[in-house]
């Protein structure tokens, strides 16, 4: 079973709108952690978010945002007012404890494409 | 901190040899380090994990005798891909652990390695 759904493949949007890239986990620990990364054309990986699964409270860094509900294992992640530069694949990823070590699976992706 | 230094950010090689991808902490102490392969216009699959003084563990799927992995010191983890097959070609991302002050992990990751066998 997947650990870690982005069920979008790819997004599209014009600049300046709104953009929720959805996350959706499994995992039947009750201590995990929970990232976003984006990654450019360059290939470089850029951490934007941890949260671990004791906090489900939504963080707000400028124009990105982040929903946790455990609820319903979901972590999605919200651009507003998406700008060109924000273009790049974006991934969801779980850590969870596997033969001793936290090990961090990542998701399949959504790619973001911001037209002018 | 907590940086991560992988080289070469590429390669090009003749198929049939061998090509060895280091990766380096820089500013701590790199117990267990990750690698990992991404094919184009996919995910990032985990490989292995390495812990410093013992063998490796791969995940299911992954040749052992193909992708040859060494966590020798607490800074250094290197993955070498040997026999180098055309299907082989692809990006290598290494990645370490580190713990946070407030107990959580946190996880840096390498420039990654792009790999073509040719």
């Known amino acids: 079973a997947q650990k870690v759904t982005q069920a979008q493949t790819e997004i599209s949007v014009v600049e300046k709108e709104d953009v929720t890239l959805d996350c959706v986990y499994e995992?039947?620990?009750?201590?995990?952690?929970l990232f976003w990364y984006k990654q450019p054309p360059s290939g470089e990986l850029v951490f934007l978010i941890r949260r671990n699964s004791f906090d489900e409270q939504n963080e707000i860094s400028g124009r990105y945002s982040w929903n946790f509900q455990k609820s319903t294992s979901s972590f999605n992640f919200t651009i507003t007012a998406s700008q060109v530069v924000d273009s790049a694949v974006y991934f969801c990823?779980?850590?969870?404890?596997?033969?001793?070590?936290?090990?961090?699976?990542f998701g399949s992706g959504t790619r973001l494409l911001v037209r002018p | 901190g907590a940086v991560v230094s992988q080289h070469p950010s590429w390669v090009i090689c003749k198929s049939g040899t061998s090509v060895k991808i280091e990766c380096r902490s820089l500013d701590f102490q790199a117990t267990t380090m990750f690698w990992y392969r991404q094919f184009p216009k996919q995910s990032l699959m985990l490989m292995a994990t390495s812990n410093e003084g013992s063998k490796a563990t791969y995940e299911q799927g992954v040749e052992k005798d193909k992708f040859l992995i060494n966590h020798a010191s607490l800074t250094l983890s290197t993955l070498t891909v040997t026999s180098a097959h055309p299907e082989d070609s692809s990006f290598y991302i290494c990645s370490a652990s580190f713990p946070g002050q407030d107990g959580t992990y946190g996880y840096t990751f390498g420039s990654g390695t792009r790999l073509t066998v040719v």
């Open positions: 995992t039947r620990d009750t201590t995990y952690y």
């Open positions: 990823a779980l850590s969870e404890l596997q033969d001793s070590s936290y090990k961090l699976i």
